[in-house]
Every structure is written in C-alpha cells, then in structure tokens.
C-alpha cells in the first residue's frame, strides 16, 4: 500500500482499525468529528461496530462493557467531551481495562473554542478524574506518526490493562498529510482470561470491578497499581531529540507545536544560536533522561506550548533546578508562529552571537 | 420412604450471604432472577452488570460473569457488552436512584435503541445505600432525609413513573411492573422476570421489569409494616401491571 492523503482525524481511525480495532462508541465533537464519521462508515467494512452514544459519558461506559469482554475498543472527544469521560477512565483504571481514547484539543476552558490546544495536559497526565492513578498519554506531532502510535496504544492498553490516552490538538486532527499505512506485528497477548463472556464451563464466575470497601484492601490495590505505572514508567517512555548535542538552549515542546519549533530553532541557528530541541512523545511517563542528559550543560530550557504553562512543570521536574526554565506560550486556541518562537528563543539567548 | 426435593437454593446465585438488611426484598428479586437464569439454562451465557446503591455487591451474588457499573451506567455498560456479544444474555439490575436519578439518560436512550438487554429495576422509593435520601420516585408526603418535612410537589416536584416512561419508546419491548410484597405478587414477579430475558432470547428488543421492594431501614418500619407500606402506598402511587408487549398478549 502506497502513501495516501488525509485527514488527521482520519488517520487515526484508520490506524485503529489496522491495530484490530472493531469497536468504536463515541459522540460527536469538533474538531474531531471526522474520526466518528469515518469509523461510522468504516467498521461495518471489517466486520466491526459503530455505535453513536447519548452522551460522552454513554460512550465511555459502553467502552467499559465492552473492554470487559476482551475485544479492542476505542472512542474520542475534544477537550469538553473529554472532562465527561473522566468517570469512565477513572473506572476503567480502577477495574483495570484496556481500552483507547482519543482526546483532540480545543481551547478552553468551558466550551471555549474549537482552535487547536493543549491546554488538557493537565488533566491527561495528572489523573484527571477520582482517584489516585496515572495514564500511558501519546502525543503525535505528524500524521505518520500518528499510524505507529495508534498501534502503539492499543499494544500499550492490552499489554498493562490500562487505558492510553492519544492527545493530538485541533491542527494535529484538521491538517491533511500524505500517510502509509504499513502492516506492523501487533502485541502478542495472553488469552484474556479475566474477561467476562458467559462463563460457558470454563470455570468462573469473572467479576469486573473497581470497588473494595476494606480500606487496607483498596490500599493494597493502589499498591499494585501504582506498581503497574512504574513498570509502565520503566518500559513506555518515548522521545525525540533535535539538534541537543552541542546546544546553549533547549526547546522542550510536543505535538504539531514541536515542529513550528524545530522551524525556529533553524532559523536561530543560521544566526549562530545553538538551540536544539526535546519532544516528548510520551506526556505520561514524562521523558526525563533527555532533561538529566543535558541539564548541566545548557544555560536554558524552554517550554513551548499552546496552553498558558502546563507541560513546564514536568520540565522543571526533570531539570530540577540544574538550568533554568523560561516558558513561551500562546493559550485560547492560538498557534504561535515560528517567528514568535524565534523571537523567544533570540531574547532568551541575549543576543549571543547575532 | 422417598424423599421428593420440594424446596433447594438456586444455582443462580453463589453460597456467599448476603448483606441487605432484615426485610429487605433484595434478597427475594435476586433469588428471582437466579432461578429464572437457571431454568432457562443461561447461566452461562449471562452477564450481568451491577450498579450502585444497596445493590452495588449483587455482582458477588449471582452465580454468572458480572460487571460493576459506574453510578446509573449500567445500561451504557451493558449495550457495550450485548453488542460485542449479540448472542449471550446482558442484564442489569439497578435501583431507582441509580436508575431514575442520575441513569435516567442512560436507560432511557438504552430503551430507544431497542437494546436487547433485560433491566430488573428495584423500586423502594428511596436512596438506601447512600443513607436514606429522596429519590426521584419518592412520594408525595413522603418523609426522607432530604424531605423531612415530606415530598412536596411545590419544592421537589413529582414523582417519576418510570415504566411508563419507558413504555412509550418503540425500542421498549416487555416493560412491566410487579412487587415483592408478598408470595402472589413474587411469583407473578418471577414470571414477568423470565418473560423479559425470553424477550431478550427472541431479540425483541429492551425489557424491564419494574419491582416494588422495601426499604424498612430507611423508612423506620418494621419489615411486616413495610411490606403492608408497598401494597397500601407504593402500589396506589405506581399500579402493577404491562406497559409494554411488542408481542402482544401476556
């Protein structure tokens, strides 16, 4: 298969439904309403189901029901829908199943708008719903990659049983982009034994659930879910660096903002400004050895994002105070052009060598 | 001298015992649903989905594969589960605040789409779990922790019928209502209960069956008053009854 045309929303659809994905309940929401209509049209094609739920927090559960029986299962929103799904997530943590979902940015906060943010970060790497739990979070910056990292969920959700977030903002979904699909190996996972199918003689009854009224028992349980986050921690980590080998300056930014980056770290560096650039691809678990590999050596970071400061606490995180960390951010749906960043990165660097 | 077994526990439900309160009819609606999955021989191509309230544990009760739902999910959760699984059975068994307060949505949008679920909802007219608060089918004059000068309609408006709510929807296929207050009613309960998932089997559509219960702890009666509570206050307020038989007849 060669490399065709389309639309982010579509991409990941697609993707999803070649990472064996035949179940999708969602609700419609700009600006990622492509992805619902293109699996209303699409599963019936490979013997999958679409169904459109009532509310967010229909499609979530019904995620739920269906996770519990075993099957790949997915559904996406935008910022607002996303707040309602967050019962649901916080089930599928507690009960321990896996499932994907999609969040595509909008600004916010309330309704706000539907240009591209990242103004959830908060809300996808921090918990976001009740509970004390962590959640794999990918953030694509290209359509390409959108294909490896859609696979890549839903490996991630069956190999831990947890629910993977894929965060993209409203640019990452609306832009189009040639993209090749390529037939990849998919997680080798045990029978899923623990899923409720009727128990047709094969021992049971299975129970799905997250309650535990005995308080050193749920405490125990965290215990054990804590343990699964840091192993995810361990093995889930994923980053790209640009240009960070000899650089005075590093650019820390993820998604479609990432690239308007590199951009204007190019056009530093034909002024002689060292700067380079850290791109988080997993939000949850933060990369930190990018950050303890260089923080010694550079005079600056700087967190670039489409929320008014949200990522750079986890960048503060990883540099613990070795560099300093200045931030540049437009919030509201606002991209920042490369120019801006450009200019950021010129005043950071005091005009050394320009 | 031959024995003849005339009376046996179920296999619809595990040996653990229960936690519902003396009086409660919980006990007496989950042996219903036990004996029915048993005779029609379902038990295991059932699931179940819990809900929350007194009946949140019921998921360790029934002798089949079970999910626990989030607060008024659980008909969501079981259309997720009956469309991966067309061919096995889905119920719920919800309570009517989880069912008619905060899930109203949820099964009522479940009914719409005609899912081929079966809902056993346990009305008692009040929040047990949670400490014996109003609920949406609470009655007028009905005195609660949320109501201690009794339901009024001025303040906290009327009291939801919800089986004939759902009745009106065309994916409704088998709504009824029946109680559990006493050995007629529980045995014409059982047999609306069997009626719903031999819908289900059919693939008619959604079925629900509606049943009157108790709840003497939260209504501080004693458990005969409050089964005499049901007939004299519940039954006038929420008649027995079909609403709803896609297949017409009984």
Known sequence: MGKVLMKGNEVIAEAAVHAGCKYFFGYPITPQSELVAYMARRLPEVGGLFLQAESEIAAINMVYGAAGTGVRVMTSSSSPGFSLKQEGISYLVGSELPAVICNIVRGGPGLGNIQPAQSDYFQVTKGGGHGDYNIPVLAPASLQEIVELTQDAFDIADRYRTPVILMGDGMLGQMMEPVEFREREKAIIDEKEWATTGTRGDGGPRIITSLELDAESLEQRNWKLQKKFATIKENEVRYETYQVDDADYIMVAYGTVARITMNSINQARQKGVKVGLIRPISLWPFPEKPFIETRDQVKAFISVEMSAGQMIEDVRLAVNGHAPVDFFGRTGGVVPTQEEIYDKIMTVAGGVNV | ?250
Not at chain 2, 46 to 70: H, K, R
Not at chain 2, 124 to 150: D, E, S, V
Not at chain 2, 237 to 246: E, H, Q, S
Request: hydrophobic share 40%; proline share 5%; aromatic share 8%.
């Open chain 2, 1 to 250: 001298m031959t024995m003849k077994t005339v009376f046996r526990k179920t296999n619809g439900l595990t040996d653990k015992p229960t936690h519902y309160c003396p009086g409660c009819t919980h006990g007496v609606i989950h042996r219903l649903v036990g004996e029915v999955l048993e005779e029609m021989d379902i038990l295991e191509d059932t699931i179940g989905v819990a809900s929350v309230g007194c009946s949140v544990l019921s998921y360790e009760y029934f002798n089949c594969d079970m999910t626990q739902a989030a607060h008024g999910r659980a008909p969501a959760v079981a259309t997720g589960i009956k469309r991966v699984l067309p061919d096995r059975f889905v119920f719920t068994y919800q309570g009517d605040g989880d069912l008619a307060s905060i899930g109203i949505s949820e099964v009522i949008h479940a009914a719409a789409r005609g899912e081929k679920i079966t809902v056993i909802f346990v009305n008692n007219a009040i929040y047990g779990m949670t400490g014996g608060q109003m609920a949406p089918t609470t009655l007028i004059g009905q005195k609660t922790a949320t109501t201690p000068y009794g339901r009024t309609e001025s303040v906290q408006g009327l009291p939801i019928r919800v089986s004939e709510m759902i009745a009106t929807l065309d994916g409704a296929a088998y709504i009824e209502r029946v109680s559990s207050h006493d050995v007629p009613h529980i045995m014409k309960a059982k047999k609306a209960i069997r009626k719903a998932f031999e819908t289900q089997k059919k693939g008619l559509g959604f079925s629900m069956i509606e049943v009157l219960s108790t709840c003497p702890t939260n209504w501080g009666l004693a458990p005969h008053e409050s089964l005499d509570w049901v007939k004299d206050n519940m039954i006038p307020a929420y008649p027995l009854g079909v609403f709803k038989n896609k297949e017409g007849g009984n």
